[in-house]
Protein backbone atom coordinates (compact mmCIF):
# COMPACT_ATOMS: atom_id res chain seq x y z
CA UNK A 1 0.00 0.00 0.00
CA UNK A 2 1.62 2.93 -1.00
CA UNK A 3 2.25 6.08 2.08
CA UNK A 4 -0.14 8.86 1.31
CA UNK A 5 2.22 11.65 1.97
CA UNK A 6 0.51 14.16 -0.03
CA UNK A 7 -3.02 13.87 2.42
CA UNK A 8 -3.27 16.41 2.87
CA UNK A 9 -1.18 18.14 1.21
CA UNK A 10 1.62 19.90 3.15
CA UNK A 11 1.91 23.45 3.01
CA UNK A 12 5.62 23.41 1.36
CA UNK A 13 4.63 21.33 -1.03
CA UNK A 14 1.18 23.34 -1.84
CA UNK A 15 3.98 26.51 -2.21
CA UNK A 16 6.45 24.77 -4.71
CA UNK A 17 3.76 23.44 -6.85
CA UNK A 18 2.23 27.31 -6.86
CA UNK A 19 5.68 28.59 -7.86
CA UNK A 20 5.73 25.36 -10.31
CA UNK A 21 2.47 27.13 -12.13
CA UNK A 22 4.25 29.79 -13.23
CA UNK A 23 6.63 27.89 -15.33
CA UNK A 24 9.63 25.29 -14.95
CA UNK A 25 11.89 25.75 -11.96
CA UNK A 26 15.12 24.57 -10.60
CA UNK A 27 16.08 23.95 -6.81
CA UNK A 28 17.11 27.36 -5.84
CA UNK A 29 14.56 29.39 -8.26
CA UNK A 30 11.69 27.43 -6.49
CA UNK A 31 12.61 28.36 -2.96
CA UNK A 32 13.27 32.12 -3.92
CA UNK A 33 9.66 31.96 -5.91
CA UNK A 34 8.48 30.54 -2.19
CA UNK A 35 10.03 33.36 -0.23
CA UNK A 36 8.59 35.63 -2.43
CA UNK A 37 4.85 34.78 -2.68
CA UNK A 38 4.51 34.06 1.28
CA UNK A 39 6.42 37.69 1.76
CA UNK A 40 9.34 36.26 3.33
CA UNK A 41 7.34 33.76 5.81
CA UNK A 42 8.50 30.75 4.27
CA UNK A 43 12.38 30.07 3.94
CA UNK A 44 12.50 26.48 2.43
CA UNK A 45 15.48 25.35 3.27
CA UNK A 46 17.54 22.11 1.03
CA UNK A 47 16.18 18.88 3.46
CA UNK A 48 12.24 20.02 2.99
CA UNK A 49 12.67 21.48 -0.31
CA UNK A 50 13.90 18.76 -2.40
CA UNK A 51 12.14 15.94 0.31
CA UNK A 52 8.98 17.67 -0.60
CA UNK A 53 10.24 17.70 -4.40
CA UNK A 54 10.64 14.00 -4.03
CA UNK A 55 7.28 13.45 -2.25
CA UNK A 56 5.45 15.65 -5.24
CA UNK A 57 7.78 13.03 -7.94
CA UNK A 58 6.65 9.73 -6.51
CA UNK A 59 2.97 11.61 -6.41
CA UNK A 60 3.23 12.09 -9.98
CA UNK A 61 2.29 15.74 -9.23
CA UNK A 62 5.33 17.36 -10.18
CA UNK A 63 8.33 15.89 -13.06
CA UNK A 64 11.43 16.36 -13.72
CA UNK A 65 12.65 18.28 -16.96
CA UNK A 66 15.37 18.76 -19.06
CA UNK A 67 17.18 22.08 -18.46
CA UNK A 68 16.34 24.81 -20.69
CA UNK A 69 18.98 25.17 -23.41
CA UNK A 70 19.39 29.45 -23.41
CA UNK A 71 20.64 28.33 -19.80
CA UNK A 72 22.57 25.53 -19.89
CA UNK A 73 25.70 26.56 -21.93
CA UNK A 74 27.24 28.95 -19.35
CA UNK A 75 25.33 28.12 -15.96
CA UNK A 76 25.89 24.75 -13.79
CA UNK A 77 23.81 21.39 -14.35
CA UNK A 78 20.49 22.09 -12.75
CA UNK A 79 17.77 19.97 -12.38
CA UNK A 80 14.44 21.68 -13.57
CA UNK A 81 11.19 20.95 -12.48
CA UNK A 82 7.59 21.13 -14.14
CA UNK A 83 4.06 20.71 -12.63
CA UNK A 84 2.36 17.96 -14.03
CA UNK A 85 -1.35 18.01 -15.28
CA UNK A 86 -2.44 16.38 -12.08
CA UNK A 87 -0.49 18.05 -10.09
CA UNK A 88 -1.90 21.62 -11.44
CA UNK A 89 -5.74 20.06 -10.53
CA UNK A 90 -4.57 19.02 -6.97
CA UNK A 91 -2.99 22.67 -6.57
CA UNK A 92 -6.58 23.77 -7.92
CA UNK A 93 -8.62 21.76 -5.12
CA UNK A 94 -6.31 22.36 -2.44
CA UNK A 95 -7.26 26.43 -3.77
CA UNK A 96 -10.25 25.70 -3.79
CA UNK A 97 -10.74 24.05 -0.46
CA UNK A 98 -8.49 27.62 0.89
CA UNK A 99 -10.96 29.80 -0.97
CA UNK A 100 -14.48 27.91 1.00
CA UNK A 101 -12.19 28.21 4.19
CA UNK A 102 -11.42 31.93 3.24
CA UNK A 103 -15.39 32.46 2.51
CA UNK A 104 -16.10 30.92 6.00
CA UNK A 105 -13.58 33.51 7.76
CA UNK A 106 -15.17 35.86 5.85
CA UNK A 107 -18.58 34.99 6.65
CA UNK A 108 -17.50 34.99 10.36
CA UNK A 109 -16.25 38.23 10.23
CA UNK A 110 -12.93 37.03 11.52
CA UNK A 111 -10.52 38.56 8.36
CA UNK A 112 -10.67 42.33 8.32
CA UNK A 113 -11.66 44.42 5.24
CA UNK A 114 -7.94 44.42 3.94
CA UNK A 115 -8.64 40.69 3.16
CA UNK A 116 -11.98 41.12 1.56
CA UNK B 1 33.35 26.02 6.32
CA UNK B 2 29.83 26.41 6.28
CA UNK B 3 30.11 24.00 3.12
CA UNK B 4 31.29 21.73 4.77
CA UNK B 5 29.40 21.50 8.11
CA UNK B 6 26.83 21.74 5.84
CA UNK B 7 28.10 18.91 4.19
CA UNK B 8 28.76 16.73 7.47
CA UNK B 9 24.80 17.60 8.32
CA UNK B 10 24.26 15.93 5.03
CA UNK B 11 25.00 12.68 6.68
CA UNK B 12 22.17 12.75 8.83
CA UNK B 13 19.75 12.17 6.37
CA UNK B 14 19.05 8.64 4.42
CA UNK B 15 21.66 7.63 1.63
CA UNK B 16 19.18 7.47 -0.68
CA UNK B 17 18.16 11.06 -0.12
CA UNK B 18 22.24 12.26 -0.84
CA UNK B 19 22.93 10.13 -3.71
CA UNK B 20 19.95 11.50 -5.51
CA UNK B 21 20.07 15.19 -3.75
CA UNK B 22 23.59 16.14 -2.27
CA UNK B 23 24.80 18.16 -5.24
CA UNK B 24 21.70 20.17 -5.30
CA UNK B 25 21.84 20.38 -2.16
CA UNK B 26 25.13 21.91 -1.62
CA UNK B 27 24.27 24.18 -4.84
CA UNK B 28 21.75 25.48 -2.66
CA UNK B 29 23.35 26.40 0.03
CA UNK B 30 26.39 27.46 -1.93
CA UNK B 31 23.90 29.80 -3.97
CA UNK B 32 22.78 31.12 -0.61
CA UNK B 33 25.42 31.70 0.95
CA UNK B 34 26.62 33.68 -1.65
CA UNK B 35 23.35 35.78 -2.48
CA UNK B 36 22.84 36.40 2.05
CA UNK B 37 26.18 37.93 2.88
CA UNK B 38 26.34 39.70 6.19
CA UNK B 39 26.09 39.30 10.08
CA UNK B 40 22.20 39.07 10.27
CA UNK B 41 21.55 37.27 6.82
CA UNK B 42 24.53 34.50 8.06
CA UNK B 43 22.08 33.83 11.23
CA UNK B 44 19.25 33.38 9.95
CA UNK B 45 20.82 31.02 7.54
CA UNK B 46 21.72 28.93 9.92
CA UNK B 47 18.73 29.71 11.77
CA UNK B 48 16.73 28.23 8.66
CA UNK B 49 19.03 25.43 8.16
CA UNK B 50 18.67 24.53 11.44
CA UNK B 51 15.01 24.24 11.33
CA UNK B 52 15.32 22.57 8.15
CA UNK B 53 16.79 19.47 9.51
CA UNK B 54 14.35 19.48 12.33
CA UNK B 55 11.37 19.22 9.75
CA UNK B 56 12.93 17.42 6.44
CA UNK B 57 14.29 15.05 8.54
CA UNK B 58 11.45 13.30 8.85
CA UNK B 59 9.95 13.30 5.54
CA UNK B 60 13.57 12.39 4.14
CA UNK B 61 13.12 9.41 5.15
CA UNK B 62 9.95 8.90 4.63
CA UNK B 63 10.28 8.69 0.71
CA UNK B 64 11.17 5.65 -1.06
CA UNK B 65 13.21 7.32 -3.81
CA UNK B 66 12.20 4.67 -6.46
CA UNK B 67 13.51 5.63 -9.12
CA UNK B 68 10.58 6.04 -11.78
CA UNK B 69 11.46 3.70 -14.73
CA UNK B 70 8.79 2.64 -17.44
CA UNK B 71 8.11 -1.16 -16.85
CA UNK B 72 7.11 -2.31 -19.67
CA UNK B 73 7.14 -5.68 -21.70
CA UNK B 74 8.21 -4.25 -24.97
CA UNK B 75 8.91 -6.55 -27.21
CA UNK B 76 12.47 -6.53 -28.12
CA UNK B 77 13.50 -6.32 -31.91
CA UNK B 78 13.08 -10.20 -32.41
CA UNK B 79 9.43 -9.40 -30.56
CA UNK B 80 10.37 -11.42 -27.89
CA UNK B 81 9.18 -10.05 -24.73
CA UNK B 82 11.39 -8.80 -21.86
CA UNK B 83 11.42 -7.68 -18.59
CA UNK B 84 13.25 -4.23 -16.96
CA UNK B 85 14.96 -4.58 -13.73
CA UNK B 86 13.10 -1.65 -12.18
CA UNK B 87 15.32 -1.51 -8.61
CA UNK B 88 19.10 -1.56 -9.80
CA UNK B 89 20.46 -1.01 -6.06
CA UNK B 90 22.20 -3.99 -4.57
CA UNK B 91 20.32 -5.36 -1.12
CA UNK B 92 21.13 -3.61 1.53
CA UNK B 93 22.81 -5.09 4.51
CA UNK B 94 20.13 -4.54 7.36
CA UNK B 95 17.80 -6.46 4.99
CA UNK B 96 19.68 -9.38 3.78
CA UNK B 97 19.84 -9.67 7.98
CA UNK B 98 16.32 -9.20 8.53
CA UNK B 99 15.67 -12.05 5.80
CA UNK B 100 18.23 -14.37 6.35
CA UNK B 101 16.91 -14.14 9.93
CA UNK B 102 13.21 -14.64 9.15
CA UNK B 103 14.34 -17.76 6.56
CA UNK B 104 16.40 -19.34 9.86
CA UNK B 105 13.24 -18.69 11.73
CA UNK B 106 10.53 -20.49 9.58
CA UNK B 107 13.13 -23.29 8.63
CA UNK B 108 13.66 -24.18 12.30
CA UNK B 109 9.88 -23.98 13.09
CA UNK B 110 9.05 -26.26 9.73
CA UNK B 111 11.29 -28.63 11.72
CA UNK B 112 9.99 -28.77 14.67
CA UNK B 113 6.53 -29.09 13.35
CA UNK B 114 7.74 -32.06 11.12
CA UNK B 115 9.35 -33.60 14.48
CA UNK B 116 6.31 -33.57 16.41
CA UNK B 117 3.24 -35.03 15.27
CA UNK B 118 0.62 -32.90 16.34
CA UNK B 119 -3.10 -34.77 17.65
CA UNK B 120 -6.28 -35.13 15.41
CA UNK B 121 -8.32 -32.25 16.84
CA UNK B 122 -11.96 -31.06 15.54
CA UNK B 123 -11.62 -27.96 13.31
CA UNK B 124 -11.96 -24.54 14.55
CA UNK B 125 -15.59 -23.67 15.22
CA UNK B 126 -17.17 -27.14 14.90
CA UNK B 127 -19.43 -28.02 17.34
CA UNK B 128 -18.67 -30.86 19.77
CA UNK B 129 -20.95 -33.32 18.38
CA UNK B 130 -19.98 -34.56 14.42
CA UNK B 131 -22.34 -33.75 11.72
CA UNK B 132 -23.93 -36.67 9.98
CA UNK B 133 -21.25 -36.80 7.11
CA UNK B 134 -18.44 -36.55 9.57
CA UNK B 135 -19.94 -39.57 11.50
CA UNK B 136 -20.62 -41.12 8.28
CA UNK B 137 -17.07 -40.80 6.95
CA UNK B 138 -15.31 -41.54 10.40
CA UNK B 139 -17.45 -45.29 10.10
CA UNK B 140 -16.08 -45.41 6.52
CA UNK B 141 -12.35 -44.74 8.00
CA UNK B 142 -13.24 -47.80 10.03
CA UNK B 143 -14.02 -49.88 7.73
CA UNK B 144 -16.60 -51.74 9.81
CA UNK B 145 -20.11 -50.99 7.95
CA UNK B 146 -23.64 -52.02 8.56
CA UNK B 147 -24.50 -55.12 6.18
CA UNK B 148 -26.72 -57.75 7.80
CA UNK B 149 -26.85 -59.70 4.95
CA UNK B 150 -23.98 -61.73 6.09
CA UNK B 151 -26.11 -63.27 8.01
CA UNK B 152 -28.27 -64.23 5.36
CA UNK B 153 -25.86 -65.22 3.02
CA UNK B 154 -25.87 -68.32 5.62
CA UNK B 155 -29.34 -69.13 5.11
CA UNK B 156 -30.43 -71.24 2.17
CA UNK B 157 -31.40 -69.44 -1.57
CA UNK B 158 -35.04 -68.70 -1.98
CA UNK B 159 -36.30 -67.38 -5.39
CA UNK B 160 -36.56 -63.73 -5.85
CA UNK B 161 -40.27 -63.34 -5.92
CA UNK B 162 -40.80 -65.44 -2.73
CA UNK B 163 -38.31 -63.53 -0.75
CA UNK B 164 -40.13 -60.15 -1.87
CA UNK B 165 -43.34 -61.21 -0.84
CA UNK B 166 -41.85 -62.49 2.49
CA UNK B 167 -39.89 -59.24 3.89
CA UNK B 168 -42.01 -56.65 5.93
CA UNK B 169 -40.71 -53.22 6.39
CA UNK B 170 -40.83 -52.71 9.93
CA UNK B 171 -38.83 -53.87 11.82
CA UNK B 172 -35.26 -53.73 9.42
CA UNK B 173 -34.93 -57.50 9.00
CA UNK B 174 -31.77 -59.26 7.19
CA UNK B 175 -32.76 -59.05 3.30
CA UNK B 176 -34.66 -62.87 2.26
CA UNK B 177 -34.57 -61.72 -1.13
CA UNK B 178 -30.72 -61.91 -1.28
CA UNK B 179 -30.00 -64.64 -4.15
CA UNK B 180 -27.51 -67.07 -4.40
CA UNK B 181 -25.01 -67.09 -7.20
CA UNK B 182 -25.52 -70.62 -8.23
CA UNK B 183 -29.21 -70.52 -8.41
CA UNK B 184 -30.77 -66.97 -8.75
CA UNK B 185 -32.11 -65.97 -12.09
CA UNK B 186 -30.81 -62.54 -13.17
CA UNK B 187 -27.75 -62.12 -10.57
CA UNK B 188 -24.08 -61.36 -11.66
CA UNK B 189 -23.06 -63.70 -9.15
CA UNK B 190 -23.11 -63.67 -5.29
CA UNK B 191 -19.68 -65.11 -3.41
CA UNK B 192 -21.38 -66.71 -0.53
CA UNK B 193 -19.66 -68.04 2.69
CA UNK B 194 -17.38 -65.40 4.63
CA UNK B 195 -17.77 -62.57 2.08
CA UNK B 196 -20.70 -60.37 2.45
CA UNK B 197 -22.83 -58.74 -0.36
CA UNK B 198 -25.40 -56.15 -0.38
CA UNK B 199 -28.03 -56.60 -2.45
CA UNK B 200 -28.75 -54.24 -5.31
CA UNK B 201 -31.82 -53.63 -7.59
CA UNK B 202 -30.52 -53.59 -11.28
CA UNK B 203 -32.93 -51.24 -13.79
CA UNK B 204 -33.38 -53.94 -16.65
CA UNK B 205 -34.26 -57.36 -14.86
CA UNK B 206 -35.81 -55.45 -11.44
CA UNK B 207 -34.57 -58.10 -9.63
CA UNK B 208 -31.83 -58.18 -6.65
CA UNK B 209 -28.11 -58.04 -7.71
CA UNK B 210 -25.47 -59.01 -5.24
CA UNK B 211 -21.75 -58.19 -5.85
CA UNK B 212 -19.48 -59.63 -3.56
CA UNK B 213 -17.18 -58.03 -1.89
CA UNK B 214 -14.05 -58.61 -3.61
CA UNK B 215 -15.35 -57.41 -6.95
CA UNK B 216 -17.95 -55.11 -5.82
CA UNK B 217 -17.70 -51.27 -7.84
CA UNK B 218 -16.20 -48.83 -5.18
CA UNK B 219 -17.83 -46.03 -6.09
CA UNK B 220 -21.23 -46.89 -5.71
CA UNK B 221 -21.17 -49.86 -2.95
CA UNK B 222 -20.10 -49.95 0.42
CA UNK B 223 -19.01 -53.35 1.53
CA UNK B 224 -17.39 -54.59 4.35
CA UNK B 225 -15.26 -57.77 5.25
CA UNK B 226 -14.98 -57.15 8.83
CA UNK B 227 -18.47 -58.79 11.10
CA UNK B 228 -21.77 -57.32 10.30
CA UNK B 229 -21.97 -55.16 13.07
CA UNK B 230 -23.92 -51.93 12.12
CA UNK B 231 -23.14 -48.47 13.88
CA UNK B 232 -25.48 -46.69 15.88
CA UNK B 233 -25.10 -43.61 14.15
CA UNK B 234 -25.58 -44.67 10.74
CA UNK B 235 -28.81 -46.79 12.00
CA UNK B 236 -29.86 -43.76 13.78
CA UNK B 237 -29.23 -41.48 10.82
CA UNK B 238 -30.98 -44.24 8.42
CA UNK B 239 -34.14 -44.59 11.04
CA UNK B 240 -34.49 -41.30 11.45
CA UNK B 241 -37.49 -39.64 9.50
CA UNK B 242 -36.80 -36.90 6.63
CA UNK B 243 -33.29 -37.45 7.13
CA UNK B 244 -32.33 -41.02 4.93
CA UNK B 245 -29.10 -42.53 5.01
CA UNK B 246 -26.50 -39.40 4.15
CA UNK B 247 -23.02 -40.37 2.96
CA UNK B 248 -22.96 -37.99 -0.50
CA UNK B 249 -19.77 -39.27 -1.88
CA UNK B 250 -21.37 -42.77 -1.96
CA UNK B 251 -24.87 -42.19 -3.30
CA UNK B 252 -26.84 -44.58 -5.62
CA UNK B 253 -29.69 -43.95 -7.68
CA UNK B 254 -31.83 -47.24 -7.83
CA UNK B 255 -34.25 -47.29 -10.03
CA UNK B 256 -36.88 -49.42 -10.39
CA UNK B 257 -37.29 -49.13 -14.21
CA UNK B 258 -40.92 -47.92 -15.02
CA UNK B 259 -42.35 -44.56 -14.19
CA UNK B 260 -45.46 -45.95 -12.64
CA UNK B 261 -43.23 -47.68 -9.81
CA UNK B 262 -41.93 -46.11 -7.48
CA UNK B 263 -38.45 -44.59 -7.08
CA UNK B 264 -35.30 -44.38 -4.47
CA UNK B 265 -32.72 -42.24 -5.46
CA UNK B 266 -30.36 -40.95 -3.32
CA UNK B 267 -29.41 -42.96 -1.04
CA UNK B 268 -26.01 -44.68 -0.02
CA UNK B 269 -25.78 -48.22 0.36
CA UNK B 270 -25.48 -48.87 3.14
CA UNK B 271 -26.40 -52.13 4.70
CA UNK B 272 -29.18 -50.66 6.50
CA UNK B 273 -30.60 -47.87 4.17
CA UNK B 274 -30.53 -50.68 1.58
CA UNK B 275 -32.92 -52.50 3.67
CA UNK B 276 -34.79 -50.06 4.62
CA UNK B 277 -35.23 -48.49 1.09
CA UNK B 278 -35.66 -52.26 -0.57
CA UNK B 279 -38.57 -52.54 1.80
CA UNK B 280 -40.29 -49.76 1.28
CA UNK B 281 -40.40 -50.21 -2.08
CA UNK B 282 -41.56 -53.42 -2.07
CA UNK B 283 -44.34 -52.01 0.27
CA UNK B 284 -45.42 -49.59 -2.61
CA UNK B 285 -45.21 -52.14 -5.28
CA UNK B 286 -47.66 -53.84 -3.10
CA UNK B 287 -50.30 -51.49 -2.54
CA UNK B 288 -50.40 -50.83 -6.25
CA UNK B 289 -50.65 -54.21 -6.87
CA UNK B 290 -53.61 -54.19 -4.75
CA UNK B 291 -55.13 -50.82 -5.96
CA UNK B 292 -56.22 -52.26 -9.51
CA UNK B 293 -58.07 -55.38 -7.92
CA UNK B 294 -59.91 -52.49 -5.95
Redesign the interface.
Known amino acids: MPKRKLDPLPSAAFQIMLALAAGDLHGYAIMRQVEEQTGGRLRLGPGTLYGSIQALLEGNLVEEVGQPEETGTHQERRRYYRLTTAGRKQARAEAEKMADTLRVARARKILRGDYV | MSKKMYTRL?RL?PSR?RK??EE??Q???H??LRDETGFFNRIRLWL??A???I???P??Y?????E?QVASLSPNIEGVPSFKVLDTEPLRSGTILVGGTMTLCAIVIFGFVLSHPLAYGPLSGSSKKPSAIESVLENVNKATLPDTSASTTQQPAKPASQAASVNTPQPLPPPPFLPNSSNAPGSSGVAAGPQQAIPIRTQSSNKPLAYPAATAPSAGFLVSATPPQPPAQINALAQEPGTGCIAPQLQYKARTGTHSEPTVSGTSVTGACLQRHDAAVRHARRRMRRSPQR
Open positions: LYFQYEAQLIDRDLTDLTGLQARNSYVK
